[in-house]
Each structure stands twice: as structure tokens, then as C-alpha cells.
């Protein structure tokens, strides 16, 4: 675009809506997300009954450890037990 | 750290680990990720936030193959594409992958860069300017409401979006022409 025109320009702003604030958020929080479960698998490791506890009751696993768990948090979590 | 900040320096931080950085870099192109998702390939909001989520675990896990930090823009509009398509066959599993991308997707993707050159203008302008064109365009806000927000006569809005647009304009032509790095 070498000229901007008015109306080209306001079209071009109008092509760039807002992202639903909460799908930012959580892409924002991705490394304090990760450093949290890495922690948490390395211990589970080491600790079978914490192993179990994660694999029977997820969703209160991770938020006992101050991870919310999100749809894409349990599913990342899921896929790294079974590659685990 | 804010607009002034360049694509490649961003992105240079964020691989040293800096949290911020890649809070911002989130923030500077989650609009177009997400153009991409929902305009582009017209995915169900489901399947564009799972996309979207899916392109910002990709990226900041492979930020080390990036050759050219100056080019995380193609490269997050290449991710977003593939990802997409990925989503699609999932669902139409018979259908050939060439068939799942939408007709015109080229020219989409320039147009998108060029809303990202915009609004680099937009930060540059500054503030009221920014925000207003933004909740006026973007956001599709009417003049009551800018007005409400701002706490600024409703009336004076139509004339402040067309000097702000001008600024805009002036703006843009100091920048110069608009090139897009090669993938790296």
C-alpha cells in the first residue's frame, strides 16, 4: 500500500477485531502454566501416590497446585502423562 | 516495553525467557491469529479458540527454529494456516487438504499484514487517537457509547475520528512502504 486513503485505512482497522479477552489471557499465562506443570510432573515422578492422585482427579490436582485447569491445560497434561 | 519495541527484539526476549516479552507478543498479534481463525477460515468459535490456543503453545515452544526473528509474523500466519487446516480435516476427513483452505487466502493474509501495519500507526499516533479508531472501527462502538467511555460530548466524536484518521493517515506516510519478511 503505497497511499492511504481514509476509508482504507478505517477498513483495515475494522479487519483486526478484539480477540475474546480470556482466549489472550491464557495464551499470556502459557509460562507461568508451563513452569508449574513441569513442576508438577517431575514430582509425580518421583511420588506415585501423587502419580495416581493426577491420573484419578485431575481437575483438583492441577488447582491444588495453583494451575487453573482449562480445557487446553487437562488436554496438555493428558497427552504428557501418556508420553510420559 | 510497548509498540516501540521491534518484532525481532520481542522476540529475542521472549527466548530468553522473559515473561513480559511473550506477554506482549501474545498481545501484538493475537488479532491477527485470531483473524485468521475466525475470517479466514470461518471456524466455529470452539474450534478457533482451540486453534488459537494450539498456534500460541506451537509458538512458544519452537521459537528456537526461528531463523529470522523479524519474520515471526509469516511464520505465526504459517502455523495458523496449517493448524486450521488441521482442524478442518479433522472434521471433513474425505475431503483433499487443497479443498479445506478457502478460496483467496493469499490475499487475505496481505490484507491482515497490512491491518498489522496499521495498526503499528495506530500505537504510534498515540493516545486518545489510538484507542478511539480502535473502539470505533474494530470494536464497531457507536459515538454515544466512545462518547460515554471517553467522557467526551457524543456530538464532538464524528470530527475527533475524522482528525484522528487524518493523524492516522500522516502517520502511515512518514513510515514509509510496507514489506514483508521472508519466512524464516
Known amino acids: 500500500m503505497a497511499t492511504f486513503d481514509i476509508e482504507e485505512l478505517g477498513r483495515l482497522i475494522a479487519a483486526l477485531p478484539p480477540t475474546p479477552e480470556g482466549w489472550v489471557r491464557a495464551a499470556q499465562e502459557l509460562p507461568q502454566v508451563r513452569r508449574g506443570l513441569d513442576d508438577l ?7 506415585a501416590a501423587l502419580r495416581a492422585k493426577l491420573i484419578a482427579d485431575l481437575e483438583s490436582t492441577l488447582a491444588d497446585a495453583g494451575i487453573e485447569p482449562t480445557r487446553h491445560v487437562i488436554a496438555d497434561v493428558r497427552e504428557r502423562l501418556r508420553s510420559a | 516495553m510497548g509498540p516501540e519495541l521491534s518484532d525481532a527484539a520481542l522476540v529475542a526476549r521472549c527466548r530468553a525467557g522473559d515473561d513480559s516479552a511473550w506477554s506482549l507478543l501474545v498481545e501484538r498479534f493475537s488479532r491477527y491469529v485470531y483473524a485468521i481463525c475466525s475470517q479466514g477460515f470461518r471456524l466455529s468459535r470452539h474450534d478457533a479458540e482451540d486453534v488459537f490456543q494450539d498456534v500460541f503453545t ?18 505465526l500466519a504459517q502455523l495458523t494456516r496449517r493448524l486450521c487446516i488441521d482442524r478442518l480435516r479433522e472434521a471433513t476427513r474425505e475431503a483433499p487438504v487443497e479443498e479445506l483452505e478457502p478460496d483467496g487466502m493469499d490475499e487475505m493474509i496481505e490484507t491482515l499484514d497490512e491491518a498489522m501495519s496499521v495498526r503499528e500507526g495506530l500505537a504510534r499516533i498515540g493516545e486518545p487517537c489510538g484507542d478511539m479508531l480502535d473502539r470505533f472501527f474494530a470494536r464497531d462502538q457507536s459515538y454515544r457509547t466512545i462518547g460515554e467511555e471517553l467522557d467526551l460530548p457524543a456530538g464532538t466524536i464524528a470530527s475527533r475520528i475524522s482528525r484522528c484518521l487524518e493523524k492516522l493517515k500522516g502517520a502511515m506516510e512518514d513510515s514509509g512502504a510496507l514489506v514483508s519478511p521472508e519466512v524464516g
Do not use: G, Q, T, V
Open chain 2, 58 to 75: 506451537k509458538a512458544y515452544e519452537n521459537l528456537h527454529k526461528l531463523r529470522n526473528d523479524d519474520a515471526i509474523r509469516p511464520w
Open chain 1, 41 to 47: 510432573l517431575a514430582r509425580a515422578e518421583a511420588d
